[in-house]
């Protein structure tokens, strides 16, 4: 069945970084754009990053633009998200999730058809 499963979560002090999994199975990776959101507490979940099936595309949050960078490997079945100069505001949970086409169009919750569990992110000293 399919599957995304995210890792990578953690504490790490402001400026830090983290580097975020999603291993995804039970389909082929290669024709699905990939987005990350996240959902910090008492707030809606928001679309963070999303990445084109092959790579060739990448948007960004504006809040998050110039700090992280999505990236995905098809041959390993994972996209990744690498966090740098992380804020406090960054803490929250971090999902992965399956667009349903080969491009990103948008972080509208319908346009996803598959998410994984999440993992935490805590920025704080």
């Known amino acids: 069945q399919v599957q995304l499963v995210e ?13 975020l999994s999603c291993a ?11 987005g990350w959101f996240r959902q910090a ?8 990053s999303c990445i084109s099936s092959r790579g060739g595309r990448t948007y960004y949050a504006d809040s998050v633009k110039g700090r992280f960078t999505i990236s995905r490997d098809n041959a390993k ?7 740098n100069s ?9 999902y992965c999730a399956r667009e349903r086409g080969y491009y990103c169009s948008g972080y509208g919750s319908w346009k ?11 920025v704080a000293s």
């Open 7 to 19: 890792s990578g979560g953690g504490l790490v002090q402001p400026g830090g970084s983290l580097r």
């Open 112 to 122: 996803y058809d598959y998410w994984g569990q999440g993992t935490q992110v805590t």
């Open 24 to 34: 995804a199975s039970g389909f082929t990776l290669d024709y699905y754009a990939i």
């Open 77 to 83: 079945n994972t996209v990744y998200l690498q966090m």
């Open 41 to 48: 507490p008492g707030k809606e979940r928001e679309g963070v």
């Open 86 to 94: 992380l804020k406090p505001e960054d803490t929250a949970v971090y």
